[in-house]
């Protein structure tokens, strides 16, 4: 069993700054892909940003630029560091992991998401 445990979320102005950590627990192995998706009211969960265990990114539209995701694989733990946040990066950021399994095929797990809003 693997848990995501989530830190970093608040409540800043517009054209602030935060930065969300999660740290993955329960494996030994090395996770393949970690990443943060968001959903704010009354829209669909979105990817923010995901990175590969070798370091290979992907950003949404919204994101890139203003946003960075890392991480350490020797940790288990991802990073989003985002800047010049704007109002309607208000939502529930959620961490996720692709944990390999014994059989190597992968698993997804979910934090249980951090509240992050931006006031104008």
């Known amino acids: 069993q693997v848990q995501l445990v989530e830190s970093g979320g608040g409540l800043v102005q517009a054209g602030g700054s935060l930065r969300l950590s999660c740290a993955a627990s329960?494996?030994?192995?090395?996770?393949?892909?970690m990443g943060w998706f968001r959903q704010a009211p009354g829209r669909q969960r979105e990817l923010v940003a995901t990175i590969t265990s070798a370091g290979n990114t992907n950003y949404a539209i919204s994101a890139k630029g203003r946003f960075t995701i890392s991480r350490d694989n020797t940790k288990n733990t991802v990073w989003l560091q985002m800047n010049s946040l704007k109002p309607e990066d208000t939502a529930v950021y959620y961490c996720a992991a692709a944990v390999p399994s014994d059989s190597g095929s992968d698993r997804d797990y979910w934090g249980q998401g951090t509240q992050v809003t931006v006031s104008s």
């Open positions: 329960g494996t030994s192995n090395s996770i393949n892909v």
